[in-house]
């Protein structure tokens, strides 16, 4: 059974930043590609960020760029999210997700994609 379990949830105030962690465990897959995605309250499940597992290429929502960094740790099979000058629209439910090779290896945006996700980790940003 594939595991991702997130970490580094919290509460913060506008303007400061928090950091991420999904660690893989359990039965590994051949990652295409890892991501972040976010559940606003009230919301439906949107695109944070993604990158491809081999060649570290990122992709981000107009959202979060320049503010977010997207990272991972191939020897310790675990992917980053750093997140800086946080507004409180960024409060959200943040879900780790893996693509594994297929067909639908590059599709970021869209969830049906990934077939793994996390439990999830609070981002609560206080204005």
């Known amino acids: 059974q594939v595991q991702l379990v997130e970490s580094g949830g919290g509460l913060v105030q506008a303007g400061g930043s928090l950091r991420l962690s999904c660690a893989r465990s359990?039965?590994?897959?051949?990652?295409?590609?890892m991501a972040w995605f976010r559940q606003p309250p009230g919301k439906g499940r949107e695109f944070v960020s993604a990158i491809n597992w081999l060649d570290g290429n990122t992709e981000y929502a107009d959202s979060v760029k320049g503010r977010f960094t997207i990272s991972r740790d191939n020897a310790k099979d675990t992917l980053y999210l750093q997140m800086n000058s946080l507004k409180p629209e960024d409060t959200a439910v943040y879900y780790c997700?893996?693509?594994?090779?297929?067909?639908?290896?590059?599709?970021?945006?869209?969830?049906?994609?990934?077939?793994?996700w996390g439990q999830g980790t609070q981002v609560t940003v206080s204005s």
């Open positions: 359990g039965h590994t897959f051949a990652a295409y590609a």
């Open positions: 997700a893996g693509q594994p090779w297929g067909p639908s290896s590059g599709n970021y945006y869209d969830l049906k994609g990934y077939p793994y």
